[in-house]
């Protein structure tokens, strides 16, 4: 039974094709398989649970999404192992993905929270976090 898992989370973008391309090769990269794919969406799935991306229409694009406001702060998924962490890592930089707090990376979570911290393109924090 999977009782209280996430059973899938759907996100509304603002530039479609930009967004597939980035989280694409990372839900990948972690093992999700690409699921869904629809004019305005496309999605991924590992296991039973789904992400989903929507292109968000016109006239809500006006206000950028800023992970400070009520609502999503950021996405945080395992990594298999601080390795993976560090091959992400590695993927993001030959990507031009700016890592975030790079002065403190991969302790920005404390000592002992081993993560890569980045943003996708409408600037949603992710957080890739080593078991």
Same mark, same amino acid.
């Given at each position: 039974m999977?009782r /209280?898992?996430?059973?899938?989370?759907?996100l509304?973008?603002?530039?479609?094709?930009?967004?597939?391309?980035?989280? /694409?090769?990372?839900?990948?990269?972690?093992?999700?398989?690409?699921?869904?794919?629809?004019?305005?969406?496309?999605?991924?799935k590992?296991?039973?649970?789904?992400?989903?991306?929507?292109q968000?229409?016109?006239?809500f694009?006006?206000?950028?999404?800023h992970?400070?406001?009520? /609502?999503?702060?950021?996405?945080?998924?395992h990594?298999?192992?601080t390795?993976?962490?560090d091959?992400?890592t590695?993927?993001?930089?030959?990507?031009?993905?700016?890592?975030?707090?790079?002065?403190?990376?991969?302790?920005? /979570?404390?000592?002992s929270?081993?993560?890569?911290?980045?943003?996708?393109?409408d600037?949603?924090?992710?957080?890739?976090?080593?078991?």
């Amino acid at each position: 039974m999977n009782r /209280g898992l996430l059973h899938h989370l759907e996100l509304y973008v603002s530039n479609l094709k930009q967004s597939v391309q980035f989280w /694409g090769w990372l839900l990948e990269e972690l093992g999700y398989v690409p699921y869904q794919k629809w004019e305005q969406g496309q999605s991924w799935k590992l296991e039973d649970t789904y992400l989903v991306f929507v292109q968000a229409e016109e006239r809500f694009l006006d206000i950028s999404y800023h992970r400070c406001r009520v /609502g999503l702060n950021h996405l945080a998924f395992h990594a298999e192992s601080t390795e993976h962490v560090d091959q992400l890592t590695q993927k993001l930089k030959e990507k031009q993905i700016s890592v975030l707090y790079s002065e403190k990376h991969p302790f920005a /979570g404390g000592e002992s929270h081993y993560a890569v911290y980045f943003e996708d393109p409408d600037r949603i924090k992710v957080e890739i976090v080593a078991p």
